[in-house]
């Protein structure tokens, strides 16, 4: 079946840089998706999501790019945090109400003070 | 609100057992989710449910089964555990409609076949 995959499984910076954390997509069809932060022990946490319709949306602290032609999403968080350390999901829904995600493997954010 | 709430956190079975996983929101939602990770995976999906009394496979439905008499209940049933199955279950709601289709996660529970 489609899948949704991540470029790097673990990246590790330094206090107050940005972090920018990586996801392809192989399901051209599809128009929803979603990052969520996983702290150890915890259950996901809503980060931001975007519609295929759009190219970049902003949180707080927190960008998520789309580019459709390459089928590549990313996630931007700037001066990045301690709090921030955790694993991060990219996952891919599409069809009727959108009813169900695709997650990917995820990437291990790594935060050094 | 407490949100998804999850019973039990953790649980170990022999293989065979059988056992039964409550999911309960309070959040009105209409869709929710039976998911697993295993370690240094993302989350598969394994059966969900799109209102009261449907419930439909996800990704991994086999050695699964799922039951939503009630709107703010999602029951996900083992009925012969094997070693497999080990792995953490998290179960998620969302609305059915509006802007976002955010699911909510609960604190997931841990569960060990010996």
Known sequence: ?113 | NAGVTQTPKFRVLKTGQSMTLLCAQDMNHEYMYWYRQDPGMGLRLIHYSVGEGTTAKGEVPDGYNVSRLKKQNFLLGLESAAPSQTSVYFCASRQQTGGSYEQYFGPGTRLTVT
């Not at chain 1, 996801?23 to 295929?52: L, T, V």
């Not at chain 1, 069809?95 to 990917?104: D, E, I, N, P, V």
Request: net charge positive.
């Open chain 1, 1 to 113: 079946g489609e899948s949704v995959g991540l470029h790097l499984p673990t990246l590790s910076v330094q206090e107050g840089d940005n972090s920018i954390i990586n996801c392809a997509y192989s399901n051209s069809a599809s128009d929803y998706f979603i990052w969520y932060k996983q702290e150890s022990g915890k259950g996901p946490q809503f980060i931001i999501d975007i519609r295929s319709n759009m190219d970049k949306r902003q949180g707080q602290r927190v960008t998520v790019l789309l580019n459709k032609t390459v089928k590549h999403l990313s996630l931007q968080i700037a001066a990045t945090q301690p709090g921030d350390s955790a694993v991060y999901f990219c996952a891919e829904s599409t069809g009727t109400g959108r009813r169900a995600l695709t997650f990917g493997s995820g990437t291990r954010l790594q935060v050094q003070p």
